[in-house]
């Protein structure tokens, strides 16, 4: 599993970005995706997963009916969609993957695999 973050940058609060996770590596069946992001000085925070294979999801509190997890089987991607961004969604964001086949953990050291982190910020 090699994953490839990218489609942060810097909107204003109201606003939406997509972020994107691509997997170069064997296919996903069997795996848990998942985004966290990080703030400095804080731990890394779950925010949202989804099953590859059975696509149930679990969302953090702060982020539900503002973020929407979904991924595409024929392209190995993951997308969130971010609406309704909020300033306190500032942050590094990543994704992760474990070898999860439905459950979804939302502990950061349940992940195995992780890419690069994309900056997102939301200016007030």
């Known amino acids: 599993v090699q994953l490839q973050a990218s489609g942060g940058g810097l909107v204003q609060a109201g606003g939406s970005l997509r972020l994107s996770c691509a997997n170069s590596g064997r296919t996903l069946s069997g795996y848990v995706m998942g985004w966290f992001r990080q703030t400095p000085g804080k731990e890394r925070e779950f925010v949202v997963a989804?099953?590859?294979?059975?696509?149930?999801?679990r969302y953090a509190d702060s982020v539900k009916g503002r973020f929407t997890i979904s991924r595409d089987v024929a392209k190995n991607t993951v997308y969130l969609q971010m609406d309704s961004l909020k300033p306190e969604d500032t942050a590094v964001y990543y994704c992760a993957a474990v070898n999860s086949l439905a459950t979804i953990g939302m502990e950061y050291y349940e992940y195995d695999y992780w890419g690069q982190g994309t900056q997102v910020t939301v200016s007030s």
């Open positions: 989804i099953s590859w294979s059975f696509g149930n999801t």
